[in-house]
């Protein structure tokens, strides 16, 4: 044996516990779509309807205004309208929380059966958005047992009827602690044995909401090891924008999701989620684009000025609170893709058959190119075919550079 593989042979044997530590921390993509946005609906008003209703309200809002937006681009328009029609809510969450409100008992666990029945009937005939859940209440000591309560009728309901597909996740609102985490860990277990549910299978997004998520009071970032506190159960990470901001003492007039205090966090959750597989979500703005035509307007360039600066930051989903905001939320991101379309795959046609290019991309910049292109494909907002003619690859070798496993 060479000096040299006497030396590797050490070298591997010393660093064998940080290779598997690194490898289980850090496992990259997850193999599934981001959604670019989450829909929040009451759970007393959320029925099997429900996603229709959005569907033609937001129709309905565009061709009303559409004619005013002179700056849209007619082919963004179009697909926009497409997707309203056939996707227009693609992560639905039935909201047992702020949304909802403390009611009695009896209230809230006949709201909690109705809403999990209607959620089961769309997933059993296809029509329920691709992903879609609940969210409970918080851990906290105040509403800990009803949210343990709802959860366990919602999912006891959902096992029965059928109701339980690859879509599901459990938001959990409000996390203050690392033990919170451990604790929703527990409880999942716990119900997959109640219920018969594949044990390891529900999932869960931690909202970031409180200023005790991003510094402890032992100064370390805490999302962080709430990541780990999940066992692989934690999907996703959602930035609370008013519920965190009010915490800082930041005045509710100058509340929003481009306020210091949000970009700091937001920052923070990123750093936090990378290379875990663990999405980042921004939060919403609720200035609603309803009333006269000038109040839409105006708050449609509100939300896709706010839409756009989350994606050119790498933030690919936010919350959605009314139909009206469908439309906003569709044409700036829809906007953002076709935009640097050209661009991104030119870059990868040159990196993947040479050719010239004044670029000079690395495999890092390839990837963020190919999953950029790749989320366009997936929103709806680029074309399979588009891809091909435009980059010369295939989605199988789009998935491949943009180092998307295979869901398991």
């Given at each position: 044996?060479?000096?040299?593989?006497?030396?590797?042979?050490?070298?591997?044997?010393?660093?064998a516990d940080a290779d598997a530590a690194l490898t289980a921390s850090y496992p990259g993509d997850r193999g599934v779509r981001q959604p670019v946005h989450t829909v929040?609906?009451?759970?007393?008003?959320?029925?099997?309807?429900?996603?229709?209703?959005?569907?033609?309200?937001?129709?309905?809002?565009?061709?009303?205004?559409?004619?005013?937006?002179?700056?849209?681009?007619?082919?963004?328009?179009?697909?926009?309208?497409?997707?309203?029609?056939?996707?227009?809510?693609?992560?639905?969450?039935?909201?047992?929380?702020?949304?909802?409100?403390?009611?009695?008992?009896?209230?809230?666990?006949?709201?909690?059966?109705?809403?999990?029945?209607?959620?089961?009937?769309?997933?059993?005939?296809?029509s329920a958005p691709p992903f879609h859940g609940i969210r409970i209440k918080s851990f906290e000591a105040p509403t800990r047992h009803r949210g343990l309560r709802t959860?366990?009728?919602?999912?006891?309901?959902?096992?029965?009827?059928?109701?339980?597909?690859?879509?599901?996740?459990?938001?959990?609102?409000?996390?203050?602690?690392?033990?919170?985490?451990?604790?929703?860990?527990?409880?999942?277990?716990?119900?997959?044995?109640?219920?018969?549910?594949?044990?390891?299978?529900?999932?869960?997004?931690?909202?970031?909401?409180?200023?005790?998520?991003?510094?402890?009071?032992?100064?370390?970032?805490?999302?962080?090891?709430?990541?780990?506190?999940?066992?692989?159960?934690?999907?996703?990470?959602?930035?609370?924008?008013?519920?965190?901001?009010?915490?800082?003492?930041?005045?509710?007039?100058?509340?929003?999701?481009?306020?210091?205090?949000?970009?700091?966090?937001?920052?923070?959750?990123?750093?936090?989620?990378?290379?875990?597989?663990?999405?980042?979500?921004?939060?919403?703005?609720?200035?609603?684009?309803?009333?006269?035509?000038?109040?839409?307007?105006?708050?449609?360039?509100?939300?896709?000025?706010?839409?756009?600066?989350?994606?050119?930051?790498?933030?690919?989903?936010?919350?959605?609170?009314?139909?009206?905001?469908?439309?906003?939320?569709?044409?700036?991101?829809?906007?953002?893709?076709?935009?640097?379309?050209?661009?991104?795959?030119?870059?990868?046609?040159?990196?993947?058959?040479?050719?010239?290019?004044?670029?000079?991309?690395?495999?890092?910049?390839?990837?963020?190119?190919?999953?950029?292109?790749?989320?366009?494909?997936?929103?709806?907002?680029?074309?399979?075919?588009?891809?091909?003619?435009?980059?010369?690859?295939?989605?199988?070798?789009?998935?491949?550079?943009?180092?998307?496993?295979?869901?398991?």
């Open positions: 044996m060479s000096h040299l593989d006497d030396l590797i042979g050490r070298l591997d044997r010393a660093l929040y609906v009451p759970g007393d008003r959320y029925d099997e309807k429900t996603v229709a209703q959005w569907s033609a309200e937001a129709g309905q809002v565009l061709a009303e205004h559409a004619a005013s937006m002179t700056d849209l681009d007619a082919g963004v328009l179009d697909r926009v309208r497409a997707k309203l029609a056939a996707e227009p809510i693609e992560d639905l969450r039935i909201d047992f929380e702020d949304g909802y409100g403390n009611r009695p008992d009896a209230d809230e666990d006949a709201a909690v059966v109705a809403a999990a029945e209607a959620l089961s009937a769309t997933v059993r005939d296809g959860l366990d009728l919602f999912l006891g309901e959902l096992a029965r009827a059928g109701g339980l597909g690859d879509g599901f996740v459990i938001t959990l609102p409000k996390v203050t602690s690392v033990e919170q985490v451990t604790a929703m860990v527990t409880a999942l277990s716990a119900l997959e044995v109640a219920h018969g549910i594949e044990a390891g299978s529900l999932r869960f997004e931690i909202q970031v909401e409180t200023p005790q998520a991003i510094l402890g009071s032992d100064g370390t970032a805490l999302i962080a090891r709430m990541i780990a506190a999940g066992s692989g159960r934690v999907t996703g990470l959602h930035y609370g924008t008013y519920d965190y901001s009010a915490s800082l003492g930041v005045a509710a007039a100058y509340q929003s999701m481009e306020h210091p205090v949000a970009d700091h966090a937001k920052d923070v959750m990123q750093v936090a989620a990378a290379g875990t597989g663990v999405f980042v979500s921004d939060g919403s703005t609720n200035v609603l684009p309803v009333g006269d035509p000038d109040a839409v307007l105006a708050a449609w360039r509100l939300h896709s000025r706010l839409v756009s600066r989350s994606l050119a930051r790498g933030i690919y989903q936010g919350w959605d609170l009314h139909p009206a905001q469908l439309p906003s939320r569709y044409l700036a991101t829809y906007a953002f893709f076709r935009d640097g379309l050209e661009v991104a795959s030119a870059r990868l046609r040159a990196y993947v058959h040479g050719g010239d290019s004044s670029y000079l991309d690395e495999p890092a910049t390839a990837a963020a190119l190919a999953a950029f292109v790749l989320r366009g494909v997936e929103c709806g907002a680029v074309a399979a075919g588009e891809v091909e003619s435009l980059a010369g690859i295939d989605l199988a070798k789009l998935a491949e550079l943009a180092r998307r496993r295979i869901a398991a």
